[in-house]
């Protein structure tokens, strides 16, 4: 459990420990610590949300508790009345986008979008995934700072080789009958088209963003279509099944 967690049950009331008297020398009734702790997980809501927007605006490494602690509009000792330190919140947030990037891409990768053909498909897996990154820019910066604390390293190292694995298998699917050593190659080539064109369209916005990312698709295609498009000979017959021109 984080550090960030640990404090909740604090931040709560603001004194962890001790119980508030009822008069009869028991404690008081669960409505008013369920109200306390309710405006603790907005307050930390809204932390998070100004942690995100200042590591965005000057870094995870220039940010500062100051900084997050006036971008959410509250004095540096409410901050640490919730986290101890910078670190606390980088992982809290961290652990929140790397559980909702999970989702996302756990529904990108439906088994439905295999039975279409490739353009199709790369619209169907790509667009979420580029649409989270894209509103959801802080999980850009602390997936790839350099200074960014070891455990979200940690998991999303662990979380990329399960996305890897995840196109492997799906490229197993059409390309059954390439070694395997070749399948990994070609999974993490087709991995690493997606992660360089996803640098490009994350420094762009607007009309130009919209571009790289037509030109990303354009270079998986071009890629993977020798492989598996409709005319390849390697697709395997049973993945022609219910694909359409």
């Known amino acids: ?32 610590p369920r109200r306390r702790q309710a405006r603790g ?3 930390i809501a ?18 500062s508790t100051n900084a997050i602690a006036r971008e959410a509009g509250v004095s540096p000792g409410t901050l640490y009345q919730f986290f101890p330190n910078k ?11 790397l559980h909702r990037w999970r989702d996302t891409y756990g529904a990108a990768f439906d088994q439905t979008h295999l039975q279409l053909p490739l353009d199709r498909m790369l ?6 995934l580029i649409a ?9 910066v602390l997936m790839h700072g350099s200074e960014i604390p070891g455990r979200i390293t940690e998991e999303h190292d662990t979380l990329h080789i399960a996305m890897l694995s995840r196109v ?3 490229l197993a699917d059409y390309l059954p009958d390439i070694p395997a050593t070749q399948l990994h190659r070609v999974a993490e080539m087709a991995f690493m088209v997606f992660k360089a064109g996803l640098d490009l369209v994350m420094a762009h916005e607007g009309e130009e963003r919209e571009a790289y990312i037509r030109e990303m ?3 998986m295609y071009r890629y993977l279509d020798p492989l598996i498009g409709d005319d390849s000979p390697h697709l395997a017959p049973h993945a022609r099944v219910g694909r359409t021109p």
């Open 41 to 43: 997980e907005a307050r």
């Open 1 to 32: 459990m984080s550090e960030a967690k640990a404090k909740r049950g604090a931040a709560g009331d603001g004194a962890a420990g001790k119980p508030a008297a009822d008069g009869t020398g028991g404690t008081a009734g669960t409505a008013r």
């Open 123 to 128: 619209d169907a897996i790509l667009d979420p």
């Open 46 to 63: 809204q932390l998070l949300q100004a942690a995100a927007s200042v590591f965005c605006t000057s870094g995870y490494t220039a940010s």
């Open 132 to 140: 989270f990154n894209c509103e959801n820019p802080a999980f850009f």
């Open 87 to 97: 670190e606390a919140i980088a992982v809290e947030l961290g652990d929140q986008l």
């Open 217 to 219: 698709k354009a270079a």
């Open 168 to 170: 492997e298998g799906i």
